[in-house]
T-cell receptor
């Protein structure tokens, strides 16, 4: 099976802009979670989607949003970008159970100038 | 909410030595504890996981132990090799989401 894929892999934006990141889970996986990884804060949970519904959400401002499509692909959007949003954004997919094994994508490196 | 503490933050060992990384968690309801290895510039890769109904699990040179009473779990790597050098993250389920430790940078010197 193909692994989790994320596009784009690299992105450079300026403050105030918005960005959309995409994640395609492993075929058959219905759960997609998003994480922000920074050197200072480690891996921080953003949100999780399952069957097009947000099932859980981390402690991030409303500028961070996401959605999941009927084919399980997921997108996350960050509006009004801030310098502190520069990070590696990782998505992970799982099958269906609560906290079964999660497999990570390669990530999208977002740089905000 | 769930809080996961991981120690040490860095660990240097000689090739062939053993390495132990420890994590503690706060939510007694947590029931799933995976460990991920992340090499520089790469995605986190699951290396082993354990569920709360098991006390220990082994996979070749890697083992994980879980003490539910004390709320801590540990990763043990025996006969370390240079290719084991990476950042290792522990995680625990907490209120329906996976909470990660801050990572341990393991350096294995030849």
């Amino acid at each position: 099976k193909a692994g989790v894929t994320q596009t784009p892999r690299y992105l450079i934006k300026t403050r105030g802009q918005q960005v959309t990141l995409s994640c395609s889970p492993i075929s058959g996986h219905r759960s997609v979670s998003w994480y922000q990884q920074t050197p200072g804060q480690g891996l921080q949970f953003l949100f999780e989607y399952f069957s097009e519904t947000q099932r859980n959400k981390g402690n991030f401002p409303g500028r961070f949003s996401g959605r999941q499509f009927s084919n399980s692909r997921s997108e996350m959007n960050v509006s009004t970008l801030e310098l502190g949003d520069s990070a590696l954004y990782l998505c992970a997919s799982g099958t269906s159970g609560r906290w079964d094994t999660q497999y990570f994508g390669p990530g999208t490196r977002l740089t905000v100038l | 909410g769930e809080n996961v503490e991981q120690h040490p933050s860095t660990l240097s060992v000689q090739e062939g030595d053993s390495a132990v990384i420890k994590c503690t968690y706060s939510d007694s309801a947590s029931n799933y504890f995976p460990w991920y290895k992340q090499e520089l510039g790469k995605r986190p890769q699951l290396i082993i996981d354990i569920r709360s109904n098991v006390g220990e699990k082994k996979d070749q040179r890697i083992a994980v132990t879980l003490n539910k009473t004390a709320k801590h779990f540990s990763l043990h790597i025996t006969e370390t090799q240079p290719e084991d050098s990476a950042v290792y993250f522990c995680a625990a389920t907490g209120f329906q989401k996976l909470v990660f430790g801050t990572g341990t940078r393991l350096l294995v010197s030849p």
